[in-house]
């Protein structure tokens, strides 16, 4: 009887505080104002789990904010990642034309020049040729001039002699010696002036192949410094995109790895604010364990003193009788009850403490438990995301280097096509000087036909 009416008395005394709520509507209808009120029943544990569930929003609020700063800064940082890809194609692309036109102006300065020394050198050539001949023609004259001179002294000469002679041969001498005269003078004359072409001829012959040589030799040389530029000029070119290659691959590399310390920056906020709702769920269940032993601490001694005060009601009464003994008999077990039940009662509390402690251990190991397992949870989060960073990375590098040998492959034939096309311009430059150099001019000293020698232009093999 008395660990039944224990049972029920602690049941009725630990029953859970209730409250009642009222809730008041309010309509018009029909211009008349009626309202309505609602009463619900709450208990303790309903509000507590109506205060979890609103603390359980908050977090999951803080968790939304979180994701939405998480996402306005992975935006902000692939808008910055797009720019910096964007000015570094521009300062490609800028490098690349500023390399070009440099290159270019060269050329285009070269051929200018080359055209101007051409021309420069034609022009000198056009007078020295038509100096020399004027020289050698004037010699020449005054050389016909002597020569007609001695042709008339050596007539006379003739006639001298002619006139030394009987008067009746005279006639006849005279006749058969200006004969003879007359065929020497015209196969000497026309030996002298054969001479004087010829030597007038080999001169300007000589001048003109003198002009070839150097035209030629300047041409080759102009050529050479043409061939050696557009070398230059491309091997330029394939280093801007060798080092455009490469500095790519180092942008991204290191866009990659921004990208991958702005989530584990990221990640760690995460990790702090789980600790934190953590930390913060289990100090809210210790504090309500706490809660709930003390409220349990504070009622025992009331339920002990209402058992007590039973107990020792039902102990008199069966005391009284069941009594056979004497009353000071009766008051020593009165007495004795009153001490084993003083001794029950500070076991029960004793029970009760050991019991806390118990429910604090395993709950604080219960909270020391959700830790290690959402620390383990971050951790393995954590490596996956290093692993995935290396692995992204490794094949980031492997693309790259399949990238640069696919160039390199593309650069052989490129580097081929560019010295076959040199060469067979330096060829067909060889072609046109032998071709001009075994053209010769069958009468240079003809008038009006003073030869010219045309320079080689690219022009020509296009």
């Not at 590098?397 to 492959?409: C, G, K, S, T, V």
């Not at 096309?421 to 053209?439: C, G, H, P, V, W």
Request: glycine fraction near 2%; aromatic fraction near 4%; hydrophobic fraction near 25%.
């Amino acid at each position: 009887i008395l660990d039944s009416l224990s049972l029920s008395t602690c049941l009725s005394l630990s029953l859970p505080l209730i409250f009642k709520g009222l809730y008041c509507k309010k309509f018009v209808i029909d211009g008349v104002q009626v309202s309505v009120t609602t009463s619900k029943i709450i208990s303790d544990d309903e509000k507590k789990d109506e205060e979890m569930r609103f603390l359980r929003r908050q977090e999951l609020r803080d968790l939304r904010l979180l994701q939405k700063e998480e996402h306005r800064a992975q935006a902000l940082l692939n808008t910055k990642l797009d720019a910096q890809r964007e000015q570094m194609q521009r300062r490609f692309d800028q490098e690349m034309n500023a390399k070009k036109k440099y290159y270019d102006t060269e050329l285009e300065t070269l051929e200018k020049h080359q055209k101007q020394t051409i021309e420069k050198m034609e022009t000198d050539h056009t007078v020295r040729l038509r100096d020399e001949t004027k020289h050698i023609r004037a010699e020449q004259e005054r050389d016909y001039t002597k020569f007609q001179e001695q042709m008339k002294h050596k007539k006379k000469e003739v006639k001298n002699e002619v006139e030394k002679l009987p008067r009746k041969t005279r006639k006849d001498a005279m006749k058969q010696r200006m004969n003879s005269f007359t065929q020497m003078k015209q196969t000497e004359e026309q030996n002298f002036l054969s001479d004087q072409k010829d030597h007038l001829d080999t001169t300007l012959k000589s001048i003109i192949s003198e002009n070839k040589r150097d035209i030629s030799e300047t041409e080759r040389q102009c050529l050479d410094k043409k061939q050696h530029l557009v070398r230059e000029r491309e091997a330029t070119i394939w280093d801007l995109e060798e080092k455009n290659l490469h500095e790519k691959h180092q942008l991204l590399k290191q866009q990659l790895k921004d990208q991958y310390f702005l989530q584990r920056h990221q990640l760690l906020k995460k990790h702090e604010k789980e600790q934190e709702q953590m930390q913060c769920y289990n100090q809210r269940m210790i504090e309500v364990l706490k809660a709930r032993q003390q409220q349990e601490k504070g009622r025992m001694p009331k339920i002990q003193r209402s058992e007590g005060k039973t107990r020792m009601v039902m102990f008199k009464k069966s005391l009284r009788i069941n009594s056979t003994g004497s009353a000071s008999e009766d008051r020593e077990k009165i007495k004795q009850f009153a001490q084993q039940e003083e001794k029950r009662q500070k076991a029960e509390r004793q029970h009760q403490q050991q019991k806390h402690e118990s429910q604090m251990r395993d709950m604080i190991g219960q909270c020391e438990g959700n830790v290690r397992e959402l620390q383990q949870l971050q951790n393995e989060k954590c490596h996956l995301l290093i692993e995935n960073e290396t692995q992204r990375l490794k094949s980031l590098d492997e693309q790259h280097n399949h990238q640069l040998n696919e160039w390199r492959e593309q650069l052989k034939p490129r580097k081929m096509a560019l010295e076959e096309e040199l060469n067979q311009r330096k060829k067909d430059q060889e072609d046109f000087f032998k071709m001009s150099e075994d053209s010769e001019c069958l009468s240079p000293s003809s008038p009006n036909k003073l030869t010219k020698f045309l320079p080689y232009s690219e022009s020509s093999t296009t």
